[in-house]
């Protein structure tokens, strides 16, 4: 089994790095919960259905990227490639449309895509993404990137981020859109890739999301959905733009933006990060899915949301981003009783939530002190007949800062006194 190493596009999440995953993990929650929203705990896997039928069929993720099989009772699964079906799913499978309203989830974890691994494009990789039920107002949008912005500016320090913002319409305006961006792309068709040409007739609108080149300028020249945006659109738009405003979150609308899922209605959106993410530089993106709920069979309930690529978030930050992890007190013996009295106080320490290390492998007193170094310790105490004798001891600092003379006993609260 020497040969076996992780499939192509995972990776392992090492010891050294989990800290700054945790504190990421725990910043998101903090926020999340200062504006209300609660966390649910969503499947790995689902009922392939569920996302051909929420994200779409002409979309990337379900054309090309899902990890969809049948288990062993012939039911076709798929890892989930993203978690807003899935919380759409929970939210009518277990009735929330009767809960004061608006219902706010968030949710963290792994997603699937089959995609080509490359520089922030990964087969397995996480988000982090909140959604909201029952806002039919553009409130909604302008308070949820309000918060993603102060999630990623304050909280997390980052700067020269571009938060672009688009209307996609509704039922009563997006088909004269699609008429007009049907009758352009037509025009171009020799010039589109086999896929955008397959899209045009059932989804014109996918066309303008895809990564191919050729595509990708002819999507420059496009027209826009401004012209044919219906009375309500037009102003659930501006309105959103001055709450914008007033919030102090800048933003450009970028009106070629739509989004790689087919459910989104009126506002989109997309949070790119700085050139250090080389091509793969949107850091979040999320819109508005009126429709989505009812599609499913639940009750008529407006929804918004958005997702963001917590691998693209933490290339962004500093190697000083997080700490190492919890201080440790080395406890260091230099004889038969020093090994009894620092076993018996790694477990007093340690139930006092002290994390504490000490040699298992009977080595020196001289190598103990090296190990405690190389592990980077926080403190050390040595421990022999003396010590226990005594009921004294010499707890030290490792750079050398200070040293104390305390009873055994005090030892606890001399740490939390230095902590
Ligand atoms: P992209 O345009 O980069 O393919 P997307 O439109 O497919 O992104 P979404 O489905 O909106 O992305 O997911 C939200 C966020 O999740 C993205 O902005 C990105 O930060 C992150 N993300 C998406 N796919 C991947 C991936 N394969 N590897 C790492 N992060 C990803
Ligand atoms: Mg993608």
Excluded at 112 to 141: I, N, W, Y
Excluded at 259 to 266: E, I, K
Aim: net charge neutral.
């Amino acid at each position: 089994v020497a040969d076996i190493t992780a499939v192509k596009g995972v990776k392992d999440i090492l010891p050294e790095e989990v800290p700054r995953w945790e504190e990421a993990e725990r910043r998101f929650r903090a926020v999340f919960g200062n504006y209300g929203y609660r966390e649910i705990r969503i499947p790995t896997f689902e009922d392939t259905q569920l996302f051909r039928r929420s994200i779409g069929e002409e979309t990337d993720i379900v054309e090309k990227e899902m990890y969809t099989f049948t288990d062993k009772g012939g039911s076709s699964i798929t890892l989930r490639p993203e978690g807003t079906a899935s919380v759409v799913r929970a939210f009518i499978e277990h009735s929330m449309a009767h809960l004061p309203q608006p219902v706010k989830l968030f949710y963290l974890g792994p997603m699937f895509r089959h995609e080509r691994p490359q520089k922030g494009r990964l087969r397995q990789f996480h988000q982090a993404g909140a959604e909201v039920f029952g806002l039919a107002g553009p409130e909604a949008e302008a308070e949820l990137l309000e918060m993603v912005m102060q999630l990623l500016t304050r909280e997390f320090g980052l700067q020269d981020l571009s938060l672009q913002v688009n209307t996609l319409g509704d039922d009563a305006c997006r088909p004269a859109y699609r008429q007009a961006l049907t009758g352009y792309l037509e025009i171009h068709r020799h010039g589109l890739c086999e896929n955008c040409r397959r899209r045009l007739e059932r989804n014109p609108l996918r066309v303008l999301d895809c990564k191919a080149e050729g595509c990708r300028a002819i999507a420059r020249g496009a027209p826009v959905i401004g012209g044919v945006l219906c009375g309500e659109c037009r102003s659930h738009f501006d309105r959103f733009l001055s709450l914008l405003d007033e919030a102090g979150v800048p933003h450009q609308v970028n009106p070629h933006l739509v989004r790689g899922l087919d459910y989104y209605t009126r506002t989109t959106f997309e949070v790119l990060g700085g050139s250090g993410l080389g091509a793969q530089n949107a850091v979040a993106a999320g819109g508005r899915y009126d429709n989505l709920v009812a599609a499913f069979g639940g009750p008529p309930t407006p929804g918004l949301g958005f997702a963001l690529g917590m691998e693209r978030l933490l290339a962004l930050l500093p190697p000083e981003f997080a700490g190492t992890g919890p201080r440790v007190l080395y406890l260091a013996a230099a004889d038969g009783e020093g090994r009894l009295l620092a076993r018996s106080l790694a477990r007093s320490q340690r139930a006092r939530g002290v994390a504490v290390a000490l040699d298992l492998l009977g080595r020196s007193l001289k190598a103990q002190m090296r190990a405690a170094d190389s592990m980077g310790a926080a403190w050390v105490v040595v421990l022999g007949a003396q010590e226990a004798a005594s009921g004294r001891c010499v707890l030290k600092e490792m750079t050398g800062g200070w040293r104390e003379e305390i009873a055994l006993a005090d030892l606890g609260t001399a740490l939390e006194r230095r902590m």
